[in-house]
């Protein structure tokens, strides 16, 4: 039998439900959902700013992750940066445009989480948190 966290694990549902939740973002900027989540990416802080590491982070192609890369540099919303240490590497920063659309990518993302965490105590969410990170690493490892 399927049950409720292995549907979560796959993730069609959630894809569509960013899908229609950001739609008017989407138009409003001109922009694409892998797009966005790669601005998303970025402005969080995370430190994936290479596209082996946001194709990882986000479970997608490089190929597409470096496509995508290149149409938010030629929106505005990227620099590429060359790697000192390191020329294979390129380092993509967001540009002031870049982190003006970030503003409501982010409040609209906030929303979709209270709506989706809704009548989950901290607790819950806590253990919830714990135990997706034990999933992540488990799959990691697996790979």
């Known amino acids: 039998m399927v049950d409720a966290a292995e549907i979560n694990l796959r993730g069609g549902k ?3 439900l960013m ?3 950001l739609s008017d973002l989407r138009k409003e900027y001109g922009l694409k959902r892998i797009e966005m989540e790669v601005l998303y990416l ?3 802080g995370a430190g994936n700013d290479t596209v082996a590491q946001i194709a990882d982070f986000l479970n997608a192609n490089r190929g597409h ?3 995508t890369a290149e149409s938010l540099c ?3 919303c990227l620099v590429s940066i060359q790697d000192q240490k390191d020329r294979r590497y390129v380092h993509f920063i967001l540009t002031d445009r ?15 989480m209270q709506e989706l965490f809704a009548g989950l105590t901290e607790e819950e969410l806590e253990t919830y ?3 997706s990170t034990k999933i992540r690493q488990n799959m990691e ?3």
């Open 14 to 16: 959630f894809k569509r």
């Open 19 to 21: 899908e229609r939740e």
């Open 42 to 44: 970025l402005d969080s």
């Open 65 to 67: 992750i470096s496509q």
């Open 74 to 76: 030629e929106k505005g």
């Open 98 to 112: 870049g982190r003006a659309v970030c503003v409501p990518i982010r409040e609209q993302w906030r929303a979709l």
């Open 129 to 131: 948190r714990r135990i």
């Open 141 to 143: 490892r697996i790979l």
